[in-house]
């Protein structure tokens, strides 16, 4: 009886041996691609940031147009209809939060569906890195992002009212006539006055303004 259970012991080593080599093959396979799929989410960290970062730089382009038009209410109509736009894309921006996250920006885009907004394509600093799996250790993750500028707010014009008539004796040529309000913003339940003598007092814009994700 010894002489067959050794026989036996020398049948089942090398079958042990093999099952030994699969699952440690499995094993190094499964790491190779959680190395990657880690590599791409970085990656794509990277470039969510760095399209944020160019669509608030977009955003910000056109706080000085603003400013210069705040009290004409035909172009606040514009803006809300999305007719006005930042001619700034923020691709710079995009850039420096790519570079900040360990990517480099390999594309920059306004989007051209109707929508304000910018994609971004970056690709990773690091390699994946060498593995069981031929030829990885040279690629870069790469990967797209899209952000976009919503205008939060609605905006209600003034009622047209009559100036009063000039001319009159009592009148004082020096006063400096009072403009009125184009209009007040509504945002979030929030109301805005608009007064011409405390433009100060405007919202900023990132409360005028939403920047977000969306889909490419």
Known sequence: MTPSLHGDSGQAAPLYIAAVVGLLFLA????????ADIRRNETQTAADAAALAAA???RDGLEEDL?????????????????VRS???????????AAEND?????????????????????????????????????HAETTATAVVEFRCVFEPSEATEKPPTGGEDEDPEEEEEKPSPG?????????VIDPMRLDLLPDMADLFDVRLAED
């Not at 001619?87 to 939060?97: L, T």
């Open 28 to 35: 190094l396979m499964f790491f190779a691609f959680g190395q």
């Open 56 to 58: 608030k730089d977009s």
């Open 67 to 83: 400013h210069l038009n705040i009290l004409d209410p035909d172009w606040l109509k514009n803006l809300v209809d999305g007719v």
């Open 87 to 97: 001619p700034e894309v923020g691709c710079a921006e995009a850039s420096r939060f």
């Open 103 to 139: 990517a480099q920006s390999i594309g920059c885009f306004p989007l051209s569906d109707g929508r304000w907004g910018v994609t971004v394509k970056v690709k990773s600093e690091k390699p994946v890195g060498k593995s069981i799996v031929e030829g990885t250790e040279g690629q």
């Open 184 to 192: 007040q913003f509504f945002c979030d339940g929030e109301k805005w």
